[in-house]
């Protein structure tokens, strides 16, 4: 039985919807887990993509399992696709209407896996998907969009060339492994709105369960912003330990 994702696989690889289907030697569709819990999106493909027909099969590639490894994430855990998915000539960045064009492919792809988070790896992508600029100051934070999570951090490729970012994009997808992690354990308390901040930022607080006086008080605290307040709860799971 085809599924959905083979479609698409099928579709990209006959792509004719702009000029990039003149110069490639292979369309490149995603490729990975389809019950994958993380999307890595990245920009477009390479050459060594162009002649296999395989996303990040090359030296970003080859970045992006040590990065990987590094996180303790398993590449075959994850899908990883592109925006693009025909390498531009003498790999330039992408054009915006080459990117408009394969638009619906990764907005297909991400619905279909449906994944806890979809994390975007540069700039090309993190402008396409999220409207973002300046990576550099953005890289490492968590964004929210039309009820999905997504993550950003640097395009493994931008370690190729500055050695500098190999570090960050390590603390980026080390912070990825642990939203996951925090994510997929069973939750004990109840996670509130932090009164602070959250006409702003909507930012999450964790309760913490702490006997203080004979009628339960308990203690939340921003996980952004830090801030703390006790207060007397609704009732919680936690109470049920006491």
């Known amino acids: 039985m085809v599924s959905k994702l083979d479609e698409i696989t099928e579709r990209v690889k006959s ?23 993380i999307i890595l999106v990245g920009e477009a ?18 970045r992006l399992d ?13 899908y990883i696709t592109n925006i693009v998915k025909c390498r531009p000539p003498s790999n330039r960045i992408p054009a915006k209407n080459e990117e408009e064009s394969c ?52 395009h493994p490729a931008a370690t190729i060339y500055n050695q500098k970012l190999i570090d960050e994009l390590k603390a980026d997808f ?8 925090d994510n997929n354990k069973e939750k004990l308390y109840e996670e509130r709105r932090c009164d602070f901040c959250m006409a702003k930022t909507k930012h999450e607080v964790l309760v913490i369960p702490k006997i203080v006086t004979k009628k339960r008080r308990w203690l ?16 919680t799971v936690a109470e049920s330990l006491y």
Request: with cysteine.
């Open 15 to 37: 792509c004719q919807k702009c000029d990039l289907c003149q110069t490639r030697t292979n369309a490149v569709p995603g490729k990975g887990n389809p019950n994958a819990e």
């Open 45 to 62: 493909p390479g050459r060594n993509e162009d002649k296999k027909g395989e996303p990040f099969v090359g030296s970003a590639g080859k």
């Open 66 to 78: 040590e990065i990987l490894l590094d996180a303790g994430i398993n590449r075959d855990d994850v």
């Open 103 to 154: 638009l619906d492919y990764i907005n297909e792809e991400i619905s279909i896996i449906n994944p806890k988070i979809v994390c975007v790896m540069g700039n090309t992508a993190f402008n396409t998907l999220l409207g973002g600029k300046e990576i550099s100051k953005n890289h490492g934070n968590f964004v929210e969009k039309d009820g999905r999570t997504y993550f950003v951090s640097y």
């Open 174 to 181: 080390k912070k990825l492994a642990e939203f996951l992690g």
């Open 220 to 235: 939340y605290k921003c996980r952004e912003c830090n801030h703390e307040r006790w207060l007397i709860p609704y009732r």
